[in-house]
């Protein structure tokens, strides 16, 4: 019974593959080095660290010729960041779109 609970929480457990740390799986960031995941050099999409094939669009992930790109915390933050201020952008847009045609109709 001892050696079920032991197996099961030793499934959850893998090695960073940039720093070589343990953590757990559900981790969606590495605690040690940051590594948030690999972004696909085909398509960008950024993948979980611990898969080995893009989820978008199939690329082996831990090819030679085409590297995966390592994304740290920092770069994920930056881009949603990014998103953030198009999003804001546009909706700025949409109420002006609004107001103009307000007054026109
Ligand atoms: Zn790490
Ligand atoms: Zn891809």
């Not at 949409?94 to 026109?104: A, C, D, P």
Request: charged share 25%.
């Amino acid at each position: 019974m001892a050696e079920n609970l032991k197996t099961k929480e030793e499934l959850l457990i893998r090695k960073c593959p940039s720093c070589g740390n343990s953590i757990n799986i559900t981790e969606k960031v590495c605690p040690y080095c940051e590594l948030a995941g690999y972004k696909c050099p085909v398509c960008g999409e950024v993948n979980n660290m611990f898969v080995n094939y893009c989820r978008r669009c199939g690329q082996w992930l831990l090819d030679t010729n085409y590297k995966a790109i390592p994304v740290r915390k920092k770069d994920i933050k930056n881009f949603e960041d990014f998103l953030a201020s198009i999003l804001l952008y546009l909706i700025i847009l949409l109420i002006v779109l609004v107001i103009i045609s307000g007054k026109f109709l």
